[in-house]
């Protein structure tokens, strides 16, 4: 089955910094997709990522795929305390039905 | 739009009790799933339906029915609870695979004591 690993664990950065998330897929991707969760809530679904060298950006947020590499970096420029929870990265397996996610990366945003 | 309601909130259990989590979308989609999350272990699928009357098993089934009667309702059953179930729970849904991602509920935390 594919698995999503995630790197760092955890991130503690200074308002204003930038960062950068990884997922690593074991096997190939057919769609990579980032989510948000804020403590104690459900997850909100940021961006999707399908094709090879696929950029995305929505706000201070840039989502990119390296389709060879089976991986995706999420990157934050600027960060603001707003953008602390935990991200995680999903994908479907090759057949669409199962999806499953990294572990997360828990980033706090210190003022 | 509500778009996934889950229901309840919170819920304690005593070991032994069975309970069903409602989940329903208004999204009309087709896919549904339902995950636990757990600390360190992260999200995992514990049952997912790819339409009204299709349900197929994920990672961690065991202890947990579904049924998929209509595409708007997909609730998860707990036969006999044990505490190794309490959890958070998310229902998730979305039209197919391979488009848009998917939205979930805002989560069931269940404690079985």
């Known amino acids: 089955s594919q698995e999503l690993e995630q790197s760092p664990q955890s991130l503690i950065v200074q308002e204003g910094k930038n960062l950068t998330i990884n997922c690593t897929s074991s096997k190939t991707l057919y769609g990579l997709y980032w989510y948000k969760q804020k403590y104690g809530e459900g997850l909100i679904f940021l961006m999707m990522?399908?094709?090879?060298?696929e950029e995305k950006s929505h706000e201070k947020i840039t989502a990119k795929l390296d389709e060879k590499k089976q991986q995706s970096s999420l990157h934050i420029t600027a960060s603001q305390p707003s953008h602390a929870g935990i991200y995680l990265c999903?994908?479907?397996?090759?057949?669409?039905?199962?999806?499953?996610f990294g572990p997360g990366t828990r980033l706090s945003v210190l003022p | 739009n509500a778009g996934v309601t889950q229901t309840p909130k919170f819920q304690v259990l005593k070991t032994g009790q069975s309970m069903t989590l409602q989940c329903a979308q208004d999204m009309n989609h087709e896919y549904m799933s339902w995950y636990r999350q757990d600390p360190g272990m992260g999200l995992r699928l514990i049952h997912y339906?790819?339409?009204?009357?299709?349900?197929d098993q994920g990672e961690v089934p065991n202890g947990y029915n579904v049924s998929r009667s209509t595409t708007e309702d997909f609730p998860l059953r707990l036969l006999s609870a044990a505490p190794s179930q309490t959890s958070v729970y998310f229902c998730a849904s979305r039209i197919t695979t391979g488009t848009f991602g998917y939205t979930f509920g805002s989560g069931t935390r269940l404690t079985v004591v």
């Open positions: 339906s790819v339409g009204a009357g299709i349900t």
């Open positions: 990522l399908q094709k090879g060298g």
């Open positions: 999903g994908a479907d397996d090759n057949y669409g039905q199962n999806f499953v």
